[in-house]
């Protein structure tokens, strides 16, 4: 599609997707915990977050549209916001659906359900970009896979519970208190959707569509990573819940040992597309070279995002979710008002550094309160800890520099790789009895 309509593109849909945090509000992850409190009760939460969930679908379509209106972007982006917001409207459904079969641990569900989307938005995708490429076409291949999963849970909800579970509730008591439950989690989603996306706008705005396209490229092989820390995590956080006000040597050990596993993650990530950045960022086609520098300065973003996983989890099975949503809040303004200053100046970098300080900030704010919840945990021991792994991580990027231009990028990755493996084992950063503790974690 080339960096201008792929900007188009991009800024479309994250304007959509920041309004999503508007349809669900926090609903969910409330409806998830207390099905798994209740399940005799599951039926009545559903119906209750469904005739909740319809008029803030209602608001998020209309600000999301509105939003594009109001900025004054052209009539083509004003269009794909309203097809986008149609996306909208299917992704906050089968979330609330998924996440009723969630709190009675039908997770296959969810699991089968958002691979059969997946596959579907990326096959429709794929005949778009080969036999008729269009921007209407794409978010229409979105769409697809969004209503296909609404269908899939929707059918497989009605298997587990019933069918009486899509028919909306309307108790005017019952939204009041449901909403006063999620209000922390809504907050929470809407600093992360804005400090997420806020930098697209942004640059629309200062710039063009065209440089939103070549910050896209940079932006998704970046944030693609996420999904490793959200898997670990979710296997360590009831670990650290069952321990908060119990066990504190054994909770001070799970929450070192999860920074562990996070640093060690995100280095050889962060490093190896720091070297492989000019090449990788072609893959998207002609017109992207100028991403590769974006790619090289933003990727570092991620070990502040990996290393607070944790200390969120922390936080939050420690009830301090309030104290998190309030440096995620901070995170949030620091951000807009970076991006404000930094990109006229500096342009689409000015985006990324935006994102690493934010980040950092968020990271360090969140390590301060940890030793409140967790009082055996020492910063100069977790430094320590985590020093040898960023050596090891530099000799695999100095060895993949020196080595790319001899055997090119692709075969360098597995050299990489093998070369921070053995790097760990040579700094003692990784025992046999680590390799078969992550075995088990990656199992869960």
């Known amino acids: 599609m080339g960096p201008d309509q792929t900007g188009t593109y991009f800024l479309a849909t994250s304007i959509a997707v920041i309004y999503t945090v508007i349809a669900d509000f926090g609903i969910t992850p409330v409806v998830i915990r207390e099905i798994a409190k209740n399940p005799e009760q599951a039926v009545t939460h559903v119906r209750t977050a469904i005739g909740t969930k319809i008029p803030l679908m209602v608001l998020a379509v209309i600000g999301a549209i509105s939003t594009g209106v109001a900025l004054g972007y052209d009539p083509l982006i004003v269009q794909l916001i309203i097809i986008a917001s149609i996306v909208l409207i299917l992704d906050s459904t089968h979330l609330l659906f998924y996440g009723a079969l969630r709190g009675v641990q039908k997770l296959q569900y969810e699991a089968i359900g958002i691979f059969i989307g997946q596959i579907t938005t990326v096959s429709l995708g794929a005949l778009v970009l080969w036999l008729n490429p269009s921007l209407h076409l794409l978010i ?26 899509l028919r909306p509730r309307f108790s005017k008591k019952a939204t009041k ?162 991006n404000a200053a930094l990109i006229p100046k500096i342009g689409v970098l000015g985006a990324a550094y935006a994102a690493i300080i934010s980040f950092t900030g968020m990271f360090l704010a969140g390590l301060y309160f940890v030793n409140q919840v967790n009082h055996l945990f020492k910063i100069r021991n977790l430094i320590r800890q985590l020093i040898p792994i960023a050596i090891a991580g530099v000799f695999m990027a100095l060895v993949a520099t020196y080595l790319k231009p001899i055997i090119g990028w692709i075969p360098v990755i597995p050299v990489a790789a093998l070369v921070y493996v053995v790097f760990l084992f040579i700094l003692k950063v990784v025992t046999k009895e680590d390799v078969l503790a992550a075995k088990r974690l990656i199992s869960r």
Request: no cysteine.
């Open 177 to 338: 208190m449901l909403l006063k439950i999620a209000l922390p989690f809504a907050l929470a989603a809407i600093f992360v959707k804005i400090y997420s996306y806020v930098d697209s706008i942004f640059i629309s705005k200062f710039f063009d569509t065209t440089a939103v396209g070549i910050y896209a490229i940079a932006y998704k092989f970046t944030y693609a990573f996420q999904f490793l820390p959200l898997a670990f995590i979710a296997a360590l956080y009831p670990g650290l819940s069952s321990l908060v006000g119990k066990d504190e040597r054994a909770l001070n050990k799970m929450f070192n040992k999860a920074m562990w596993y996070m640093m060690i993650l995100a280095i050889p990530i962060t490093l190896g597309i720091w070297v492989v950045a000019p090449e990788l960022v072609l893959l998207a086609g002609d017109g992207y070279a100028d991403s590769a520098i974006v790619l090289q300065l933003l990727v570092f973003v991620l070990i502040p995002i990996f290393l607070d996983f944790p200390i969120g989890s922390l936080l939050n099975a420690a009830n301090r979710q309030v104290t998190k949503t309030t440096i995620m809040g901070f995170a949030m303004v620091v951000n807009v008002i970076l």
């Open 140 to 165: 229409l291949a979105l769409l697809a896979g969004s209503l296909v999963g609404v269908i899939f849970s929707a059918t497989k909800m009605v298997k587990v519970l019933s069918a009486t579970a």
